[in-house]
Protein backbone atom coordinates (compact mmCIF):
# COMPACT_ATOMS: atom_id res chain seq x y z
CA UNK A 1 0.00 0.00 0.00
CA UNK A 2 1.45 3.39 -0.64
CA UNK A 3 1.79 6.41 1.27
CA UNK A 4 -0.99 8.62 -0.18
CA UNK A 5 -3.09 4.94 -0.33
CA UNK A 6 -2.47 5.23 3.72
CA UNK A 7 -3.15 8.26 4.45
CA UNK A 8 -6.53 8.11 2.52
CA UNK A 9 -7.39 5.25 5.07
CA UNK A 10 -6.33 7.01 8.16
CA UNK A 11 -8.85 9.97 7.14
CA UNK A 12 -11.50 7.90 6.17
CA UNK A 13 -11.03 5.91 9.73
CA UNK A 14 -10.38 9.16 11.59
CA UNK A 15 -13.54 11.10 9.79
CA UNK A 16 -15.78 7.27 10.89
CA UNK A 17 -14.16 7.77 14.27
CA UNK A 18 -15.24 11.20 14.59
CA UNK A 19 -18.82 10.37 13.23
CA UNK A 20 -19.48 7.96 16.03
CA UNK A 21 -18.22 10.36 18.69
CA UNK A 22 -20.76 13.03 17.46
CA UNK A 23 -21.70 14.42 21.18
CA UNK A 24 -20.17 11.49 22.94
CA UNK A 25 -17.54 13.54 24.66
CA UNK A 26 -20.16 16.10 26.44
CA UNK A 27 -22.25 13.84 27.53
CA UNK A 28 -22.52 14.43 31.40
CA UNK A 29 -21.81 10.62 32.55
CA UNK A 30 -20.35 7.55 31.21
CA UNK A 31 -24.04 5.37 30.67
CA UNK A 32 -25.15 8.62 28.63
CA UNK A 33 -21.73 8.49 26.30
CA UNK A 34 -22.57 4.88 25.30
CA UNK A 35 -25.94 5.73 24.47
CA UNK A 36 -25.05 8.26 22.58
CA UNK A 37 -22.42 6.65 21.07
CA UNK A 38 -25.18 3.74 20.17
CA UNK A 39 -27.41 6.24 18.45
CA UNK A 40 -24.50 7.17 16.48
CA UNK A 41 -23.70 3.58 14.95
CA UNK A 42 -27.90 3.07 14.55
CA UNK A 43 -27.93 5.74 12.41
CA UNK A 44 -25.06 5.02 10.14
CA UNK A 45 -26.04 1.56 9.54
CA UNK A 46 -29.27 3.17 8.74
CA UNK A 47 -27.88 4.74 6.20
CA UNK A 48 -25.49 1.98 5.23
CA UNK A 49 -28.81 -0.16 4.84
CA UNK A 50 -31.18 2.44 2.65
CA UNK A 51 -28.58 2.58 0.32
CA UNK A 52 -28.09 -1.50 0.04
CA UNK A 53 -31.94 -1.61 -0.44
CA UNK A 54 -32.32 0.89 -2.71
CA UNK A 55 -30.13 -0.22 -5.11
CA UNK A 56 -31.59 -3.84 -5.20
CA UNK A 57 -35.12 -1.72 -5.44
CA UNK A 58 -33.73 0.57 -8.76
CA UNK A 59 -31.91 -2.55 -9.72
CA UNK A 60 -35.22 -4.74 -10.11
CA UNK A 61 -36.69 -3.06 -12.42
CA UNK A 62 -40.44 -2.99 -10.72
CA UNK A 63 -41.83 0.53 -10.61
CA UNK A 64 -43.29 0.11 -6.95
CA UNK A 65 -39.62 -1.04 -5.64
CA UNK A 66 -38.70 2.06 -7.50
CA UNK A 67 -40.77 4.19 -5.58
CA UNK A 68 -40.23 2.16 -2.23
CA UNK A 69 -36.38 3.48 -3.06
CA UNK A 70 -37.53 6.81 -3.88
CA UNK A 71 -39.58 6.99 -0.46
CA UNK A 72 -36.51 6.16 1.65
CA UNK A 73 -35.21 9.89 0.47
CA UNK A 74 -36.37 11.92 3.29
CA UNK A 75 -35.13 9.21 5.50
CA UNK A 76 -31.18 9.88 4.65
CA UNK A 77 -31.80 13.69 5.86
CA UNK A 78 -33.40 12.18 8.95
CA UNK A 79 -30.11 9.79 9.87
CA UNK A 80 -28.11 12.30 8.86
CA UNK A 81 -29.63 14.92 11.07
CA UNK A 82 -28.50 12.47 14.49
CA UNK A 83 -24.85 12.95 14.26
CA UNK A 84 -25.88 16.78 14.95
CA UNK A 85 -28.88 16.24 16.67
CA UNK A 86 -26.07 14.91 19.24
CA UNK A 87 -23.45 17.29 18.61
CA UNK A 88 -25.72 19.61 20.28
CA UNK A 89 -26.76 17.96 23.23
CA UNK A 90 -30.15 16.73 22.16
CA UNK A 91 -29.84 13.22 22.87
CA UNK A 92 -33.77 12.37 23.43
CA UNK A 93 -34.28 13.83 20.25
CA UNK A 94 -31.68 11.83 18.49
CA UNK A 95 -32.76 8.81 20.16
CA UNK A 96 -36.43 9.31 18.88
CA UNK A 97 -35.87 10.39 15.32
CA UNK A 98 -33.41 7.07 15.03
CA UNK A 99 -36.34 5.11 16.16
CA UNK A 100 -39.29 6.28 14.10
CA UNK A 101 -36.93 6.72 11.01
CA UNK A 102 -35.81 3.41 11.13
CA UNK A 103 -39.54 2.18 11.74
CA UNK A 104 -40.89 4.36 9.15
CA UNK A 105 -38.17 3.37 6.85
CA UNK A 106 -38.99 -0.47 6.86
CA UNK A 107 -42.66 0.29 7.27
CA UNK A 108 -43.43 2.26 3.80
CA UNK A 109 -42.04 -0.01 1.74
CA UNK A 110 -44.09 -2.88 3.08
CA UNK A 111 -46.88 -0.63 2.61
CA UNK A 112 -45.82 0.95 -1.26
CA UNK A 113 -44.30 -2.26 -2.65
CA UNK A 114 -43.76 -5.19 -0.88
CA UNK A 115 -45.48 -6.29 1.81
CA UNK A 116 -44.42 -9.05 3.68
CA UNK A 117 -42.82 -10.92 0.38
CA UNK A 118 -39.50 -10.28 1.07
CA UNK A 119 -39.97 -10.81 4.73
CA UNK A 120 -39.28 -7.23 5.82
CA UNK A 121 -41.22 -7.32 9.16
CA UNK A 122 -38.43 -9.20 10.47
CA UNK A 123 -36.82 -6.10 11.22
CA UNK A 124 -39.39 -5.56 13.78
CA UNK A 125 -37.45 -7.83 15.80
CA UNK A 126 -34.40 -5.56 16.32
CA UNK A 127 -36.95 -2.44 16.45
CA UNK A 128 -38.13 -3.85 19.51
CA UNK A 129 -34.53 -5.01 21.26
CA UNK A 130 -32.72 -1.72 19.58
CA UNK A 131 -34.29 0.80 21.96
CA UNK A 132 -33.10 -1.59 24.91
CA UNK A 133 -29.62 -0.41 24.07
CA UNK A 134 -29.89 3.49 22.97
CA UNK A 135 -32.64 4.58 25.48
CA UNK A 136 -31.78 5.30 29.61
CA UNK A 137 -33.07 3.19 32.46
CA UNK A 138 -35.58 5.89 34.05
CA UNK A 139 -37.21 6.21 30.34
CA UNK A 140 -38.44 2.33 30.51
CA UNK A 141 -41.88 2.86 30.13
CA UNK A 142 -41.13 4.08 26.32
CA UNK A 143 -38.57 1.08 25.92
CA UNK A 144 -41.22 -1.19 27.18
CA UNK A 145 -43.89 0.51 24.90
CA UNK A 146 -41.92 -0.04 21.87
CA UNK A 147 -40.54 -3.44 22.31
CA UNK A 148 -44.89 -4.39 23.03
CA UNK A 149 -46.01 -2.28 19.64
CA UNK A 150 -42.73 -3.84 17.56
CA UNK A 151 -43.23 -7.53 18.50
CA UNK A 152 -46.73 -7.70 18.14
CA UNK A 153 -46.58 -6.11 14.77
CA UNK A 154 -43.93 -8.77 13.86
CA UNK A 155 -46.24 -11.37 15.20
CA UNK A 156 -48.94 -9.72 13.21
CA UNK A 157 -47.45 -9.66 9.71
CA UNK A 158 -45.78 -13.47 10.45
CA UNK A 159 -49.29 -14.69 11.07
CA UNK A 160 -51.85 -12.58 8.49
CA UNK A 161 -49.50 -11.41 5.99
CA UNK A 162 -49.46 -8.79 3.52
CA UNK A 163 -49.87 -8.62 -0.11
CA UNK A 164 -47.63 -7.30 -2.28
CA UNK A 165 -48.25 -5.21 -5.29
CA UNK A 166 -48.43 -6.65 -8.49
CA UNK A 167 -45.52 -6.23 -10.76
CA UNK A 168 -43.12 -7.29 -6.97
CA UNK A 169 -44.11 -11.00 -8.27
CA UNK A 170 -42.69 -10.51 -11.21
CA UNK A 171 -39.12 -9.57 -9.91
CA UNK A 172 -36.73 -12.18 -10.90
CA UNK A 173 -36.57 -14.88 -8.54
CA UNK A 174 -32.74 -14.44 -8.04
CA UNK A 175 -33.39 -10.95 -6.57
CA UNK A 176 -36.00 -11.95 -4.24
CA UNK A 177 -33.72 -14.71 -3.09
CA UNK A 178 -30.69 -11.83 -2.37
CA UNK A 179 -32.67 -9.93 -1.00
CA UNK A 180 -34.36 -11.82 1.33
CA UNK A 181 -30.99 -13.22 2.32
CA UNK A 182 -29.42 -9.94 2.20
CA UNK A 183 -32.71 -8.49 4.76
CA UNK A 184 -31.53 -11.92 7.37
CA UNK A 185 -28.05 -11.04 7.27
CA UNK A 186 -28.61 -7.11 7.59
CA UNK A 187 -30.58 -7.70 10.71
CA UNK A 188 -27.98 -10.30 12.52
CA UNK A 189 -25.17 -7.75 11.85
CA UNK A 190 -26.83 -4.80 13.16
CA UNK A 191 -27.07 -6.30 16.17
CA UNK A 192 -23.24 -7.52 16.01
CA UNK A 193 -22.50 -4.16 15.12
CA UNK A 194 -24.37 -2.64 18.21
CA UNK A 195 -22.91 -5.45 20.57
CA UNK A 196 -19.26 -4.72 18.53
CA UNK A 197 -20.10 -0.94 19.74
CA UNK A 198 -20.93 -1.88 23.23
CA UNK A 199 -17.80 -3.93 24.19
CA UNK A 200 -15.62 -1.38 22.57
CA UNK A 201 -17.07 1.32 24.97
CA UNK A 202 -17.47 -1.13 27.86
CA UNK A 203 -13.53 -1.68 27.68
CA UNK A 204 -12.84 1.94 27.17
CA UNK A 205 -14.87 2.96 29.99
CA UNK A 206 -12.95 -0.30 32.25
CA UNK A 207 -9.35 1.66 30.85
CA UNK A 208 -10.62 4.87 32.49
CA UNK A 209 -11.66 3.98 35.75
CA UNK A 210 -8.77 2.24 35.54
CA UNK A 211 -6.80 4.90 34.99
CA UNK A 212 -8.75 7.01 37.42
CA UNK A 213 -8.21 4.75 40.15
CA UNK A 214 -4.26 5.32 39.40
CA UNK A 215 -4.43 8.80 39.10
CA UNK A 216 -4.33 11.75 41.99
CA UNK A 217 -7.71 13.98 40.66
CA UNK A 218 -5.62 16.99 41.42
CA UNK A 219 -2.59 17.05 39.99
CA UNK A 220 -3.41 14.23 37.47
CA UNK A 221 0.03 12.66 39.03
CA UNK A 222 -0.01 8.85 39.49
CA UNK A 223 -1.29 8.47 43.29
CA UNK A 224 0.10 6.16 46.27
CA UNK A 225 -1.53 2.78 44.56
CA UNK A 226 0.20 3.53 40.99
CA UNK A 227 3.34 4.47 42.79
CA UNK A 228 3.48 1.61 44.97
CA UNK A 229 3.07 -0.70 42.03
CA UNK A 230 5.45 0.86 39.93
CA UNK A 231 8.35 0.88 42.81
CA UNK A 232 7.30 -2.76 43.08
CA UNK A 233 8.29 -3.42 39.29
CA UNK A 234 11.49 -1.49 39.10
CA UNK A 235 13.10 -3.19 42.42
CA UNK A 236 12.36 -6.47 40.64
CA UNK A 237 14.00 -5.10 37.44
CA UNK A 238 16.98 -4.21 39.62
CA UNK A 239 17.15 -7.40 41.15
CA UNK A 240 17.72 -8.48 37.72
CA UNK A 241 19.82 -6.14 36.54
CA UNK A 242 21.87 -4.70 39.59
CA UNK A 243 21.27 -1.22 38.64
CA UNK A 244 20.49 1.29 41.64
CA UNK A 245 17.65 2.93 42.38
CA UNK A 246 16.86 6.48 44.26
CA UNK A 247 13.90 7.54 45.99
CA UNK A 248 13.25 11.29 46.76
CA UNK A 249 10.54 13.03 49.05
CA UNK A 250 9.56 16.84 49.17
CA UNK A 251 6.97 19.00 49.72
CA UNK A 252 6.06 22.17 49.52
CA UNK A 253 7.54 24.92 52.16
CA UNK A 254 5.23 26.59 54.33
CA UNK A 255 2.26 25.49 52.62
CA UNK A 256 -0.12 25.89 55.55
CA UNK A 257 0.38 29.73 55.56
CA UNK A 258 -0.47 29.66 51.64
CA UNK A 259 -4.08 28.01 52.60
CA UNK A 260 -4.45 30.19 55.68
CA UNK A 261 -3.62 33.53 53.67
CA UNK A 262 -4.98 33.12 50.28
CA UNK A 263 -7.51 29.78 50.36
CA UNK A 264 -7.51 26.86 49.33
CA UNK A 265 -8.21 27.34 46.14
CA UNK A 266 -5.02 28.99 45.68
CA UNK A 267 -3.61 26.57 47.55
CA UNK A 268 -4.85 23.54 45.25
CA UNK A 269 -3.70 26.17 42.22
CA UNK A 270 0.00 26.07 44.29
CA UNK A 271 -0.36 21.95 44.53
CA UNK A 272 -1.12 21.55 40.87
CA UNK A 273 1.88 24.54 39.67
CA UNK A 274 4.76 22.21 41.93
CA UNK A 275 3.61 19.00 40.53
CA UNK A 276 3.63 20.42 36.52
CA UNK A 277 7.03 21.80 37.19
CA UNK A 278 8.54 18.58 38.63
CA UNK A 279 7.14 16.81 35.97
CA UNK A 280 8.56 19.01 33.27
CA UNK A 281 12.42 18.68 35.06
CA UNK A 282 12.27 15.09 35.59
CA UNK A 283 15.13 13.05 34.80
CA UNK A 284 13.89 10.30 32.00
CA UNK A 285 12.48 7.18 33.29
CA UNK A 286 11.63 9.00 36.40
CA UNK A 287 8.23 8.62 38.19
CA UNK A 288 6.47 11.33 40.02
CA UNK A 289 3.44 10.77 42.58
CA UNK A 290 1.72 12.77 44.82
CA UNK A 291 0.59 11.02 48.00
CA UNK A 292 -1.55 13.17 49.69
CA UNK A 293 -1.79 17.14 50.60
CA UNK A 294 1.68 18.79 49.46
CA UNK A 295 3.76 15.60 49.47
CA UNK A 296 5.28 14.20 46.68
CA UNK A 297 7.14 11.42 45.89
CA UNK A 298 9.68 10.58 42.90
CA UNK A 299 11.13 6.98 42.21
CA UNK A 300 14.33 7.06 39.79
CA UNK A 301 15.44 3.94 38.20
CA UNK A 302 19.03 3.54 37.19
CA UNK A 303 20.15 6.78 39.59
CA UNK A 304 22.72 6.42 42.91
CA UNK A 305 22.66 9.18 45.11
CA UNK A 306 24.58 11.69 43.55
CA UNK A 307 22.73 11.70 40.16
CA UNK A 308 19.51 11.79 42.53
CA UNK A 309 20.66 14.46 44.35
CA UNK A 310 21.74 16.03 40.94
CA UNK A 311 18.22 15.61 39.28
CA UNK A 312 15.90 16.96 42.52
CA UNK A 313 18.48 20.03 42.81
CA UNK A 314 16.78 20.78 39.00
CA UNK A 315 13.71 20.13 40.35
CA UNK A 316 14.35 22.61 43.01
CA UNK A 317 15.54 25.13 41.20
CA UNK A 318 12.66 24.87 38.57
CA UNK A 319 10.31 25.69 41.51
CA UNK A 320 11.86 28.09 42.82
CA UNK A 321 12.58 30.06 39.36
CA UNK A 322 8.72 29.67 38.40
CA UNK A 323 5.91 31.58 39.84
CA UNK A 324 3.05 30.35 39.97
CA UNK A 325 -0.09 32.59 39.02
CA UNK A 326 -3.57 32.35 39.70
CA UNK A 327 -6.71 34.32 39.83
CA UNK A 328 -4.49 37.28 38.81
CA UNK A 329 -2.22 36.81 41.86
CA UNK A 330 1.58 35.75 41.29
CA UNK A 331 2.98 33.43 44.17
CA UNK A 332 6.67 32.11 45.01
CA UNK A 333 6.61 28.46 45.99
CA UNK A 334 9.67 26.17 46.94
CA UNK A 335 10.39 23.04 48.03
CA UNK A 336 12.10 20.68 50.33
CA UNK A 337 13.66 17.62 49.01
CA UNK A 338 14.70 13.91 50.76
CA UNK A 339 16.79 11.81 49.05
CA UNK A 340 17.93 8.22 49.54
CA UNK A 341 19.26 5.32 47.81
CA UNK A 342 16.71 2.43 47.70
CA UNK A 343 17.96 -1.24 49.45
CA UNK A 344 16.18 -3.55 46.84
CA UNK A 345 17.15 -6.09 49.60
CA UNK A 346 14.75 -4.28 52.47
CA UNK A 347 11.11 -3.21 52.43
CA UNK A 348 9.14 -0.19 50.61
CA UNK A 349 8.61 1.35 53.93
CA UNK A 350 12.22 1.59 54.52
CA UNK A 351 12.68 3.43 51.36
CA UNK A 352 9.97 5.59 52.37
CA UNK A 353 11.03 6.29 55.77
CA UNK A 354 14.95 7.05 54.85
CA UNK A 355 13.50 9.36 52.49
CA UNK A 356 11.04 10.88 54.41
CA UNK A 357 13.96 11.66 57.71
CA UNK A 358 16.15 13.37 55.27
CA UNK A 359 13.21 15.48 54.05
CA UNK A 360 12.34 16.35 57.47
CA UNK A 361 16.05 17.24 58.15
CA UNK A 362 16.00 19.62 55.18
CA UNK A 363 13.16 21.50 56.53
CA UNK A 364 14.59 21.97 59.48
CA UNK A 365 18.02 23.08 58.18
CA UNK A 366 15.88 26.26 56.53
CA UNK A 367 13.76 24.49 53.80
CA UNK A 368 13.96 25.35 50.02
CA UNK A 369 17.02 22.62 50.13
CA UNK A 370 17.77 19.09 48.69
CA UNK A 371 19.20 16.69 51.70
CA UNK A 372 21.11 13.58 51.28
CA UNK A 373 22.65 11.38 53.97
CA UNK A 374 25.93 12.36 55.38
CA UNK A 375 29.10 10.51 53.23
Not at 293 to 318: H, I, Q, S, Y
Request: a positive charge; charged letters at 20%.
Amino acid sequence: MSCRERMKDEMSTSALRNLFQSGVRSAEDSTTRRKVLLCNVGAFVGICSLLLYDSIFLYSGSPSARLAAFSHIPFYAGFASIFWLNRKSHYVSATWLLVLCAMAANYLPMLIAFGTYLAHHHYFILFAVVPIAILSASRWPTVAFLFIINSALFIWFSLYGMAPAPDILSIDRSVVITFRTLLSFMVILTLAIFYWAYDIFAGKSERELQMLSMTDSLTQLPNRRYFENAFRQEVARAERSGTPIAIAYMDIDRFKSVNDNYGHNMGDAVIRHVADVVRQNLRAGSTVGRLGGDELVVLMPNANEDDACEAMERVRTAVESTPCKYAGKQLSATVSIGVAQVDIRAEMTDAYRNADELLYEAKSAGRNMVKRRAA
